[in-house]
């Protein structure tokens, strides 16, 4: 049951970095931007946040910082997109490019960095409970803040009239400009909110999830961030429960690689990208489904007249 506790303890873990880079990304879908960029953005928000806890001792400020590194990506690639009309697929490549090949090269000299004592944290008598005290109450603010964010952004989206600007401008760019809204500054915004959720995860890689700086560490999971929110057909409780699924799936191989299963480690290193593969083949088979629930102008470009 021990080992049961510690595996759930670990997919809330690992889920939590999908989550909020799925949670980014939903927000640009929403407002009709494809951003294929994910991997980049979080592997140079990576770096930016190990390299300022190493610098200044605080987890916080390296959230911080990986938060505005992905953003200011994020609004390179806005401006790239939505006022010079570049192809949003070739644009968001090229960034994924970028973001490794330049995290790779600016990390060199933190590869061997460690950061300060990590703290433990705990919430006081329920982290005591036996079995779902270590699966549930031992983690980091963070996985319950984002819990929270899940809460909020549905709020957001669905009950606010801004959220209801944002998705008309995913809907219909064309009708929301007819009604006045600065249809390209509401996605820049879309696209930069997204850019820091995403660097927030990234941080969150480097600084909790494996205290480290190593080059490609991100290891795809901006990719299982991209195919979660089609997963999730652009709602964040599926984002969120879709994000527990495939972190599960990434701590099985540990959990089975620890137990001596005799599987070979590559097939086990490809588990989460075989259920990415497979949910996708599922889901296409409704195109009804994905038709219903996703942005109409969804990787459109938009001019104003």
């Known amino acids: 049951m021990e080992t049961y506790a510690l595996l759930l303890a670990a997919t809330l873990n690992a889920g939590t970095v999908l989550a909020l880079?799925?949670?980014?990304?939903?927000?640009?879908?929403?407002?009709?931007?494809?951003?294929?960029?994910?991997?980049?953005?979080?592997?140079?928000a990576a770096l930016a946040g190990f390299a300022t806890v190493v610098h200044t001792g605080s987890d916080w400020l390296g959230f911080a910082a990986g938060?505005?590194?992905?953003?200011?990506?994020?609004?390179?690639?806005?401006?790239?997109?939505?006022?010079?009309?570049?192809?949003?697929?070739a644009t968001g490549l090229a960034l994924s490019l970028f973001g490794t090949g330049f995290s790779a090269f600016a990390g060199i000299q933190y590869v061997k960095e460690k950061l300060p004592e990590r703290v433990q944290f705990a919430l006081p008598w329920l982290a005591d409970l036996p079995l779902i005290g270590p699966a549930l109450f031992r983690h980091h603010p963070l996985v319950y803040l984002t819990v929270a964010l899940v809460a909020a952004l549905m709020w957001f989206l669905f009950r606010s009239r801004t959220g209801l600007v944002l998705r008309s401008v995913g809907e219909s760019p064309q009708a929301a400009h007819a009604l006045g809204y600065p249809v390209r500054l509401i996605r820049l915004l879309a696209v930069m909110a997204g850019g820091a959720l995403c660097g927030l995860a990234g941080a969150y890689i480097s600084v909790i999830y494996t205290p480290l700086w190593v080059e490609g560490m991100v290891a795809g999971k901006g990719w299982i961030a991209l195919?979660?929110?089609t997963f999730a057909t652009w709602r964040p409780v599926r984002v969120l429960l879709g994000a527990y699924l495939f972190g599960g799936v990434t701590m099985l191989q540990f959990h089975l690689q620890g137990a001596g299963v005799d599987v070979p480690s590559q097939?086990?290193?490809?588990?989460?990208?075989?259920?990415?593969?497979?949910?996708?083949?599922?889901?296409?088979r409704n195109a009804t489904w994905i038709r219903v629930n996703m942005p109409a102008s969804l990787g459109k470009p938009f001019h104003p007249g």
């Open 21 to 44: 880079a799925s949670l980014g990304l939903l927000i640009n879908e929403k407002a009709g931007v494809v951003n294929l960029g994910a991997e980049g953005m979080m592997l140079c």
């Open 67 to 89: 938060m505005g590194a992905g953003a200011l990506l994020a609004a390179v690639f806005g401006v790239l997109v939505i006022w010079l009309g570049t192809n949003q697929y």
């Open 227 to 229: 195919a979660l929110t």
């Open 267 to 284: 097939l086990l290193n490809a588990l989460p990208y075989l259920a990415t593969i497979v949910v996708l083949v599922l889901i296409s």
